[in-house]
């Protein structure tokens, strides 16, 4: 298992290192853009903004879990005033290949909606900074600074961000998703996890991905088989001391993507 964590490691510099060449003939403002949708208050006092990521024909950019070999976007607001915390609303990725590896994200361009907690001093200003890789037949990590002032309650809705808010993994009562079960057992490094469900097809190319709230834990990428309607999927769980451990199944989040959508599930039972 350790084995398999450092070639995936060795891959993803692989992938960034070829790509000086190319680096030098386009800067990062050709390849991708990002722009701040200031957004409206709602009416929990909280704020919905967005990024709107644009990138140049054929390159993509990545999913918070975004694959083996893939970087995942990093967020920061620390020379922001008024913000007290951020959670990222994701629209469905798209399943990729780069050098023949799997990969989760965007292509083109995507909006990613932000809702802010902010505080009731007064203005809200954005300041901070957005780390992303954007890949075509390399891979390149990109550093793009942003600045907005965000308005104050009464703003109209963005038509851009609430269609990006749609575009959300279904539940699995949307998708007619039941009886998720999880069959874990121990291995030498942590815990091998195999997830059942009964999901009608989501298309072509269907990947699951399996993401636990625990830092530093590494999940490899899921092999799903579809049997008619009946999907299983497998991986492997490895915490940073490498020794199975205690699997909260209910803290398990499943997301299940194809080219009809994605759909996203929390917990498992036995």
């Not at 990002?34 to 006092?45: D, H, I, S």
């Not at 451990?245 to 959508?261: A, K």
């Amino acid at each position: 298992m350790i084995k398999q964590v450092l070639l995936s490691l060795l891959a993803s510099c692989a992938l960034i290192a070829p790509a000086q060449a190319d680096w030098a003939m386009q800067t990062h403002d050709e390849i991708v853009s990002v722009r701040v949708l200031e957004g409206w208050r709602l009416e929990n006092g909280h704020h919905m903004a967005a990024l709107e990521i644009t990138l140049a024909e054929g390159w993509k950019t990545y999913w918070r879990a975004p694959g083996e070999g893939g970087i995942p976007p990093l967020l920061r607001f620390s020379g922001s005033s008024g913000i007290e915390g951020m959670s990222i609303h994701w629209p469905s990725p798209d399943v990729f290949s780069i050098n023949g590896m799997r990969s989760i994200g965007y292509n083109d361009r995507v909006i990613l909606p932000l809702e802010l907690l902010v505080d009731d001093t007064g203005e809200v200003h954005l300041d901070g900074e957005l780390e992303l890789g954007v890949c075509q037949d390399v891979c390149v990590p990109v550093s793009i600074d942003l600045e907005a002032i965000l308005p104050p309650a009464g703003t109209d809705h963005d038509a851009q961000i609430m269609a990006a808010l749609s575009d959300r993994p279904m539940t699995a009562a949307e998708a007619g998703a039941n009886g998720a079960t999880c069959a874990i057992a121990p291995i030498s490094d942590g815990m091998r996890v195999e997830v059942s469900m009964s999901l009608p097809s989501l298309g072509e190319n269907e990947a699951m991905v399996l993401e636990l709230p625990l830092p530093g834990v590494w999940v490899s990428e899921a092999e799903l088989t579809r049997n008619g309607g009946q999907i299983t999927a497998t991986a492997d769980i490895v915490p940073p001391d490498f020794q199975p451990f205690s699997l909260d199944r209910s803290s398990l989040l499943i997301t299940v993507i194809g080219s009809q959508g994605a759909v996203e599930i929390r917990g498992c039972t036995g």
